[in-house]
Structure formats: structure tokens, C-alpha cells
């Protein structure tokens, strides 16, 4: 599996400030069978940071998905049924469906894993069940089959804190 880079240097700082790939650098690997959506990530931080207050102020990874065969338009907004939009929330202590806060893992449970190395750089892994992350937002969201050809739209995106308070956003995309 060829992972995805993320880097100041070659991404987007969507918001605030990551300064290099020494801040902030990650390779993100994805992965799909019948069943299950197989995510992982090794994170190089200078200061990995998990600490009181919101989620999105923290060292965090937001993983944005439609489960679809995306073929005309973007979706400006999350859409359900035939079509869904999810947001993954990846954290030291749980994974969840942003939104619904539809906890999907927890460490050692089998289908998440997550450590800090030290103080700086962490690492994380996922297998989430495809019925699971469909009956998360309670809603009619179609089971997803992915199939070889798919074009399925994605955005990979960091929250970092260095310990001094949240300091910026790198995303793979401006948008």
C-alpha cells in the first residue's frame, strides 16, 4: 500500500501555523476489503500533545470519506443515504463518527490502536466495519461495497497542538 505524505512543505496549512516537516509530517495508509475500512498513520511531531479542552485543539487526525463512486459535483455538505459523507475522528483514547460521536474503537479493543512515541511522534491503526460506520449517523446510509475503479472522494486532516495550545491545521487539500 503506497501511503498518502502529508507535509507543510507539499500540502496545506489550512489554518494557523505548522512551520515544517519537522512540526508536523505524516503518512497516512488506507486499505479496503468487503468488510472493513483499514486506516493507519505514522505521525512525526515535534510535540505530541493531548491534553484538556476540545478534541480539534489537541493532536488529532480528522479523516473525511464519502463511501460512494463519486462521479459529477463535489457535495458541499455532508449527504446521507445513496451517497454518505463521513468524518472520523481519530484521538489517543477512542475513534468516532464526528457528529454523532458514534465511538467506532478504543485501544485494545481489537479494532483500534494508538500510542504516542514518547512525547513527540505517535501511530495509529484502524479497521472499521463497513456496517458499523453505516448504521453510525442512524440514518439510511446505503452499505458500501467498494469495488476496483471507484473514485472515492477523500480528505486527510491534522490538528496540532505542540502543548502551548492549539497551533494549526494541515490538510491534504486548500479546500
Do not use: C
Not at 493507519?40 to 488529532?60: K, L, M, P, R, S
Not at 455538505?77 to 463518527?97: K, N, T, V, W
Not at 513527540?120 to 484502524?126: L, R
Request: net charge negative; aromatic share 18%; charged share 25%.
Amino acid at each position: 500500500i503506497r501511503p498518502f505524505t502529508l507535509k507543510p512543505e507539499t500540502d496545506y496549512v489550512v489554518v494557523g501555523d505548522i512551520s515544517d516537516s519537522t512540526d508536523l509530517m505524516a503518512k497516512i495508509y488506507i486499505a479496503m476489503d468487503d468488510n472493513y475500512m483499514y486506516v493507519a498513520g505514522d505521525v512525526i511531531d515535534d510535540v505530541y500533545h493531548f491534553g484538556e479542552g476540545n478534541w480539534w485543539e489537541q493532536d488529532a487526525f480528522q479523516f473525511f470519506i464519502g463511501l460512494y463512486d463519486w462521479r459529477g459535483p463535489k457535495h458541499t455538505s455532508y449527504q446521507r443515504g445513496e451517497e454518505p459523507d463521513y468524518s472520523i475522528i481519530f484521538l489517543e483514547g477512542e475513534l468516532f463518527a464526528e457528529g454523532t460521536h458514534h465511538v467506532l474503537g478504543t485501544p485494545g479493543d481489537g479494532n483500534y490502536f494508538f500510542t504516542d512515541l514518547g512525547g513527540a511522534d505517535y501511530v495509529f491503526e484502524a479497521r472499521i466495519p463497513f456496517d458499523t460506520l453505516a448504521i453510525s449517523y442512524n440514518a439510511n446510509d446505503k452499505r458500501f461495497q467498494p469495488l476496483r475503479g471507484m473514485r472515492i472522494p477523500l480528505e486527510l486532516y491534522f490538528h496540532d497542538n505542540d502543548g502551548q495550545g492549539w497551533e494549526g491545521n494541515l490538510g491534504r487539500s486548500p479546500y
